[in-house]
């Protein structure tokens, strides 16, 4: 077992049983000219994850951990999408629209695809996601069960909507938790530190929280 100092204690994990995993890294979240900035954020809090989520995703690869990169969209002809996130927020410019990297949150679109800084290896499973958590309507548990998964490393955007709901989800199907604060971002610094407390508040109720540097010691002891 291999030992990270974590919060609320240290987290234990197998090499062979424990993914990473890197929730909707995308152009349109994360990149000056995408959707999340075209609404108004500012993406720049979004981009200090990548460095250190570069860093980890390295060494997982280096150490032969199992690499899983989600996306969130939806299909071309947008029969996926619901009525009510297309009509959420009154946008002029949504979902399944023509933005400024192609149409918005549509699949196969560029703004959709990750970041060329985490770009997925050949092999690794990418999957898509129609809605906030990952684990909702696709094949996520399937394959971690096939690989004989039960505990994950996240990382990835946003911190209180994607990846928090994403940890409820494997909370709820007996995954163990990881979350890398500095791999995280969020548009909103109140969000962040909040979607981080909640994680490891009251022993652990969703799971961990560790950061970079103290994950990457870890996994160089496993
Ligand atoms: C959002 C996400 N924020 N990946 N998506 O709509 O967190």
Redesign the pocket.
């Known amino acids: 077992m291999a030992k990270v100092r974590a919060e609320p204690y240290e987290f234990e994990f197998e090499r062979a049983s424990c993914a990473l995993v890197i ?2 890294m995308q152009r349109d ?1 994360v990149d000056p000219g995408g959707f999340g900035e075209a609404l108004g954020n500012d993406v720049s809090l979004l981009r200090k994850a990548i460095a250190p989520t570069q860093k980890v995703l390295a060494a997982a690869r280096a150490k032969k951990l199992l690499v899983i990169h989600t996306r ?1 969209g939806h299909r071309p002809d947008l029969a996926d999408l619901p009525r009510n996130k297309k009509l959420r927020g009154r946008l002029k410019t949504g979902i399944g629209d023509k933005g400024p990297m192609g149409r918005i949150l549509v699949r196969g679109e560029y703004g959709h695809d990750i970041v060329d800084e985490l770009k997925p290896a050949p092999g690794e499973p990418v999957v898509d996601k129609p809605g ?1 958590g990952a684990f909702y309507a696709t094949d996520l548990d399937a394959i971690l069960h096939a690989r004989g998964i039960w505990q994950l490393v996240v990382c990835g ?2 911190t209180e ?2 990846v928090n709901t994403t940890v409820r989800e494997a909370n709820d199907r007996g995954y163990d938790c990881l979350v890398l604060e500095d791999c995280v971002g969020s548009y909103f610094p109140a969000f962040q530190k909040a979607a981080l407390e909640m994680v490891k508040a009251q022993g652990g109720i969703f799971g961990w929280v560790s950061d970079s540097a103290r994950f990457l010691k870890g996994l160089a002891r496993a």
């Open positions: 929730v909707d979240f969130e906030k955007v946003t909507v994607c």
